[in-house]
């Protein structure tokens, strides 16, 4: 299934994307309240949530998978675009403080490396944060039709794929509880219902959002290598 970075583009600038971007953002700074002058790193097409990093940051990367296609992007200062492999990051190793992985885990095709590799370029008391449509959630099918998203997950199964590959679940949060829509009143509706939320909806929320922390105490097996990936393709700042 060919993705198109342009249906990343007409989604998030439809009312319906920018309030789904308000949502989410919101949940992934309750999370991460404070970026404490990090080293940080965006993985997937995370332009739109460029606004949770206002201040306080050190460095910050966006890593566009290749299979996405091109994209020119400027900001200000202090950003890196890179057009990437997921499974070759073109980082150095024990570099990164905190990264988001958005618009992108639910296109892989081999987990395992992207963790292993996610792993290697952390400091020891690094952070990760995956947003992915939920297995049971009213946005499966619009994210698998609209967002050509190749698979959908569940907190189970993330959770599993953490702890399998070195990281130490610490939370996660679920938002979307409404079927998506195009009609302003029904969009409206969506963001007033993220507060009325409660053990029982979670399990049918739109997304997850799932938090995790390096195990550095995790053994790597021999013919394990950890490579200073250098970055050879074109940077666009």
Not at 33 to 57: H, R
Not at 64 to 78: S, Y
Not at 146 to 170: A, Q, V, W
Request: hydrophobic letters at 45%; glycine letters at 4%; a positive charge.
């Amino acid at each position: 299934m060919k993705i198109n970075i342009e249906n990343f583009k007409n989604f998030y600038s439809s009312f319906l994307g920018r309030s789904v971007v308000q949502i989410i953002s919101k949940k992934i700074l309750l999370l991460w309240p404070d970026f404490n002058n990090s080293n940080n790193a965006v993985i997937g097409y995370g332009f739109p949530f460029l606004g949770i990093f206002k201040s306080n940051f050190q460095r910050l990367f966006f890593l566009i998978p290749k299979k996405f296609g091109l994209l020119n992007f400027f900001v200000e200062d202090k950003n890196l675009t890179v057009s990437i492999n997921e499974n070759t990051l073109p980082i150095d190793d024990l570099s990164i403080d905190r990264l988001l992985v958005v618009n992108c885990f639910e296109y892989l095709y081999d987990h395992k490396k992207f963790l292993r590799e996610a792993w290697r370029v952390l400091k020891k008391d690094g952070e990760i944060i995956i947003i992915v449509p939920n297995k049971l959630g009213f946005w499966r099918f619009f994210y698998k039709k609209t967002l050509k998203s190749l698979r959908t997950f569940s907190s189970y199964e993330l959770d599993l794929l953490l702890s399998n590959n070195f990281f130490t679940l610490i939370d996660i949060e679920y938002c979307l509880f409404i079927p998506p829509s195009k009609k302003k009143f029904l969009i409206n509706k969506l963001k007033l219902f993220e507060f009325l939320n409660n053990p029982l909806t979670k399990y049918f929320s739109g997304v997850i959002v799932i938090k995790g922390k390096k195990n550095y105490l995790a053994p790597i097996t021999k013919d394990k290598k950890l490579i200073n990936q250098k970055i050879k393709v074109d940077i666009k700042a």
